[in-house]
């Protein structure tokens, strides 16, 4: 009797929430700052605000409206393209001379110059700094000795860096890496003025840069205003009067609040509310695709899942996943079943190939079944895909490629997810090599180029290769597609050792993951550029 | 009394030291904190071991918990790994946590008292039973449920109120919070006055005081009341500790920038000196909200006296 | 209020400095020496418990929460008695797809049959529930009868003891000790909650032992030269045993609906175990779209907590003999 009192009060309220649901819908005109200012959500950055130091999109976005390097992708393309170069010269791959564009100053009136430059980067690469981004420097010569594998550093500089004047400086790297100005547009190798080194705690309490926007205050752990500064020299200037940015613990949280009208933009509308976005939201909302491809890995120093025989359980497996059904179902096309391991918005001359995986990634339940039994069926009997629980929603996908594998299989208990429970002690089971089974990896590009995809994650030893694949074959190709000078050569090159990874099916791709972001009626012009970043300064209010 | 608020306070320190310890270790069993700090990527190893060393985290636990006990005495309770203070954490964190505690204890006492006055003296009739009812289904449900069926009825669909809270926390805004951080408790209050109520008001002194002749509303509130409140004050000062470190589910729903959110952001990030520092402070406001109760026995029941 | 022990007062008032309203409640029941029965204690106890049974058997509340668990102790043990699906079989197609013809309560965010994982979730649910108050009983008498009865610096060391543990916000407990544990069972889950749980079954019993301990029949059992043991376990337990066992059916709920929250934070439970909390988590961030999802595992959750609230409700006021 007490439990039907109890169902009834819960169905009266579900439907009053329907019917809510049905007559609300289209939010207000949302609740954002002063005129001009734009709200949008944020995560509290895992590090400092420095360039060198941020390695994860929070504090990236920071960085990319406070700061200009000397290259930058373009927002749609995500082409390389010079904003503080003049020109980057190389004739060997191996020597470049940088030359700086006139006329730019920090927002605290500072010019930049090359010292500007090499005074950051040799910040950034010393050892002494922590800096996490650290091996970004690593292909510049001397840096060995600024951050040796152990002890501490022999030098303040990298013997690489010299600067010849105020606008000029060369670069010597310690190997052939003919797309290295391409990887410049990076926020590590941003420039960085007097103030950073002479009041280090002063410039991070309210960083200066010599980007479109300023900082107007930082409240650590809760809000950082930005405002437009007049003073930037870009062609890329602050179409708002600022950015706002909200601390969100919970990205539902900050969806709710955009429906509410108290935010203006989401950047990271979770997978539980996709469905809710065509009604409540209507057109204000985006979904493109960024360079971030989902994977999962297999532990290779687990001899169980390193034979010849494990390569067809992993191609078994990746065959038993129903990658289209997945991504229309739990993502609602936010994602798109991958075909190979790169990502589309490399574009085909970038080195992106639909299909280059072939039948591994195609979903085929018989087949699948085959070829894990042909292969000696799945080490330890269990297939346990490990993740982490406390960020991204991994549960939800992970839990409905087991069941498609477990139907494929015809057995209710042949794959089960791992939750771990914090992103911390994932990655430390991962560095410490104590995984047992494939485990979720994410990729975001760090720069748009085809070696990103490839080399930090499965070169031997590689910072990012985390299950410690190796393949002698797969090494020489990415060290003869390096040493290219032809871009067109060097991608193909590329894509052979990609052949590799797709013979042994090193990592089973799963899908690319596209940004996706919803917005109040208050601001227009809203889009993402390749990293599903917002493209801040180019957002209208109205 | 003087000398036994002293025992009282000598023996917080014993606990103390045994609380931080045991969080200490508890933190430290988790793993390696460096690990996650590089994102998706692997730490480079030598600045992995670099972090280690700046964090202290290089050396044995106990040297670590000393170094770090020996620290807190002069008032630097470590940084984060984003690089703010401690202390600056908890000085953003606990105002708004305090309160939003109040407004929950207020919802306590002012709810939770009154229904439990009104039950106790209607004991077995319709009123009783239907907020029996609904005491019952409250503790039932887990709060995170509530927390977001409010968000979404109130806030979103409604318009009654904001989804969130903003930074600054303001008292209006922590109505709905604060209601659903009390739900669970206002629910045991209701219950507990409702008992005592119904237990006292056949005590002779009651049936003493309405004999006497006085007012049935000076009865309720100056005999019966004052003398059925000693469960529900114990209740309610131990519950002022678990209501401020309690807030985790509730502060991430509402997106409250409280000592929940920090602990939690804490944990996550395996930040041995957040997580220690902010439960030592709540381990310590248990411990004085132990006292108090304990005190204000004394002041409710004039038969009590310490020694 | 005379004898004067380590936390002053507070036992003697009956509160025993008790977190759990039961707790008090049930302690003072404790307090009514010389009550209007005016028997022997050993015929007081024993009228107690069989007073307390006819009340039982007459209450209404009593039998209808008793069937309600009858009935989810058999679904526990024979799930598939009235499910004939299986709780791990399904099929992303019909992802979130409400109720029809032979599936009544729809499908899950997964495409899994919301009946049939209702029902095989009993179990687990159930077990935690009962294994957890089991665990906590036994542990938190044992060290709070021990505190109570010895006193002194016993008393002192083990109350601060206690003190700490209740010092553990559940959140950093659930992600250090369950985040180590790799193992998909029930037992971590429970391990876990008997440990952060002890501490409030300790309190209560530390305080009715207190109280017991006064009683003129264990004085008179002291002077005539009884032991310890048998002065614990014959005169004292028996007495101080019903506001434990109270408490205990009361916390049985909050311990099934813990393991919810626990799951929602991302520590609870691993799959391919089924459980309501599991259910309820998942179905939490789909509230708009799919309601059915959460509302049949939480109306199942909320259902077995307020049966086991009401026995313990129903149980408690048949002890209290001022309440009758």
Request: with cysteine; charged share 15%; proline share 5%.
């Amino acid at each position: 009797m007490r439990g039907a009192t109890h169902a009834k009060w819960a169905a009266g309220a579900v439907i009053v929430a329907l019917a809510a649901t049905a007559c609300g819908g289209g939010g207000s005109g949302g609740g954002g700052g002063a005129d001009g200012i734009v709200s949008s959500s944020w995560g509290d950055p895992q590090n400092p605000l420095e360039p060198a130091n941020t390695n994860e999109v929070q504090g990236g976005k920071v960085l990319d409206m406070l700061m200009r390097g000397l290259k930058r992708y373009d927002p749609k393309t995500g082409e390389a393209k010079n904003m503080l170069a003049a020109s980057i010269d190389t004739s060997d791959s191996e020597n470049f001379k940088v030359t700086l564009k006139d006329g730019w100053t920090f927002s605290n009136g500072e010019k930049v110059t090359a010292k500007s430059f090499v005074d950051a980067w040799n910040y950034g690469a010393n050892l002494k700094n922590n800096q996490k981004n650290a091996s970004m420097f690593a292909y510049i010569d001397g840096f060995d000795q600024i951050h040796p594998k152990s002890g501490s550093p022999s030098t303040d500089t990298m013997s690489g860096l010299k600067v010849v004047d105020d606008k000029t400086f060369t670069v010597k790297l310690n190997q052939k890496f003919s797309t290295w100005p391409d990887t410049l547009g990076y926020p590590a190798f941003a420039p960085l003025p007097r103030a950073f080194f002479d009041n280090h705690a002063a410039w991070l309490s309210k960083p200066v840069g010599n980007g479109p926007y300023t900082v107007d205050s930082y409240t650590k752990g809760s809000k950082l205003s930005m405002r437009k500064w007049a003073g930037y020299m870009g062609e890329d200037k602050a179409q708002n009067g600022g950015i706002d940015l909200k601390v969100y613990t919970d990205n539902n949280t900050a969806y709710t609040d955009l429906t509410a009208g108290n935010l203006d933009l989401v950047d990271d509308v979770p997978a539980s509310q996709l469905k809710n976005v065509k009604a409540d939201l209507g057109d204000r909302y985006i979904n493109t695709p960024a360079g971030i491809i989902q994977t999962l890995a297999f532990p290779y120093y687990d001899a169980a899942w390193n034979t010849p025989n494990a390569a067809k359980v992993r191609k078994g497996i990746s065959r038993a996943i129903n990658r289209q059904q997945i991504t229309d179902t739990i993502f609602q096309k936010t994602r798109t079943p991958a075909t190979d391991w790169t990502s589309p918005v490399l574009g085909e001359a970038g080195g992106y190939k639909a299909g280059l995986c072939g039948d591994g990634c195609d979903y085929n339940p018989a087949e699948a079944k085959k070829l894990i039994a042909d292969g000696g069926g799945i080490p330890g009997g269990q297939l346990k895909i490990s993740y982490n629980a406390d960020t991204g929603s991994h549960k939800e996908w992970v839990d409905a490629v087991c069941n498609s594998i477990n139907n494929a299989l015809g057995n209710d208990r042949a794959c089960v997810g791992g939750p771990v429970g914090t992103f911390a002690d994932f990655r430390s089971q991962i560095t410490q090599s104590k995984m047992s089974g494939p485990f979720r990896a994410g990729w975001q590009m760090d720069y748009p180029l085809i070696q990103n995809f490839l080399q930090p994650l499965y070169y031997t030893g590689a910072s990012s290769n985390d299950g410690k694949w190796t393949n002698a074959d797969f090494d020489k190709l990415v060290d003869q597609a390096n040493a290219e000078t032809d871009k067109a050569k060097a991608v193909s090159t590329f894509q052979q050792a990609e052949g590799v990874v797709r013979d042994q099916m090193a990592a089973i791709p799963l899908w690319y993951q596209n940004g996706s972001a919803g917005y109040s009626t208050r601001i227009s012009n809203v889009s993402l550029n390749p990293f599903s970043v917002p493209v801040y300064d180019q957002i209208k209010v109205s | 009394m003087g000398r036994y608020v002293i025992r009282r306070l000598l023996q917080m320190i014993p606990v103390f030291f045994g609380a931080t310890l045991l969080i200490f270790l508890m933190v430290n069993v988790m793993g390696d904190p460096i690990a996650g700090l590089c994102g998706d990527k692997a730490c480079d190893p030598s600045t992995a071991a670099q972090l280690k060393k700046e964090f202290g985290l290089d050396k044995p636990v106990w040297q670590q918990y000393l170094t770090y006990m020996g620290n807190v005495f002069t008032g630097d309770f470590g940084t984060a790994f984003n690089g703010q203070k401690v202390t600056e954490l908890m000085s953003a964190a606990f105002p708004v946590t305090i309160r939003l505690t109040i407004v929950a204890i207020l919802f306590e006492i002012v709810i939770g008292i009154s229904l439990g006055v009104v039950t106790g003296l209607r004991r077995g009739r319709p009123v009783d039973t239907v907020v029996l009812m609904l005491t019952l289904v409250v503790i039932a449900i887990p709060v995170f449920v509530t927390g977001l069926l409010l968000q979404l009825l109130l806030g979103v669909e409604w318009g009654i109120v904001k989804p969130t809270v903003q930074p600054e926390a303001p008292f209006n805004e922590l109505l709905i919070p604060g209601l659903v951080l009390a739900s669970v408790s206002l629910a045991y209050v209701t219950r507990l006055t409702r008992t005592s109520i119904a237990e006292n008001a056949r005590a002779d002194y009651v049936r003493t005081a309405i004999a006497k002749g006085l007012p049935r509303r000076r009865v309720i509130t100056r005999h019966l009341l004052r003398n059925s409140l000693i469960p529900v004050v114990t209740f309610i000062g131990t519950d002022v500790g678990a209501l401020m470190g309690g807030a985790i589910v509730t502060e991430r729903i509402f997106n409250i920038h409280g000592v929940g959110y920090q602990l939690y952001q804490g944990i996550l990030r395996q930040s041995t000196q957040t997580v220690v520092g902010f439960v030592t402070v709540l381990v310590l406001v248990f411990l004085i909200a132990n006292l108090i109760v304990d005190l204000l026995y004394a002041v409710l029941d004039p038969r009590i006296r310490y020694a | 209020m005379p004898e004067p022990y380590d936390d002053g007062a507070i036992a003697g008032t009956g509160a025993g400095g008790a977190m759990d309203l039961a707790a008090s409640e049930a302690t003072t029941l404790e307090r009514t020496p010389g009550g209007p029965q005016g028997t022997g204690p050993a015929e007081k106890a024993r009228s107690l418990w069989s007073d307390a049974w006819r009340d039982l058997r007459r209450n209404p509340v009593f039998i209808i929460s008793s069937l309600v668990i009858l009935f989810l102790v058999v679904i526990s043990l024979w799930p598939s008695l009235i499910a004939s699906g299986n709780p791990l079989q399904c099929d992303l197609a019909k992802a979130q797809e409400g109720s029809q013809p032979g599936h009544p309560f729809g499908y899950n965010g997964q495409g899994c049959d919301v009946y049939t994982r209702t029902v095989y979730g009993a179990r687990t649910s159930v077990t935690v529930g009962v294994c957890t108050t089991v665990g906590v009983a036994l542990f938190g008498s044992f060290v709070g009868g021990l505190a109570g009865f010895f006193g002194g610096g016993w008393d002192a060391l083990l109350s601060r003891v206690t003190d700490i543990f209740f010092g553990i916000p559940v959140v950093l407990g659930g992600l250090v000790f369950l985040s180590v544990v790799t193992s998909s069972t029930v037992w971590p889950v429970i391990g876990f909650m008997i440990l952060l749980g002890w501490p409030q079954i300790a309190r209560i019993a530390r305080g009715s032992v207190i109280t017991a301990k006064q009683n003129d029949y264990v004085q008179a059992a002291r002077a005539l030269g009884a032991s310890n043991s048998r002065m614990l376990l014959r005169h004292i337990a028996p007495n101080a045993v019903a506001p434990v066992i109270v408490v205990a059916t009361i916390a049985l709920g909050t311990y099934i609906a813990l393991e919810a929250t626990l799951s929602y934070l991302g520590v609870g439970l691993k799959p391919p175990t089924v459980s309501w909390g599991i259910d309820i988590s998942a179905a939490s961030q789909y509230i708009r779209n799919a309601p059915h999802m959460l509302l049949w595992p939480a109306g199942a959750l909320a259902v077995t907590v307020l049966a086991f609230i009401m026995l313990g409700d129903a149980v408690r006021d048949a002890l209290d003999p001022k309440l009758r």
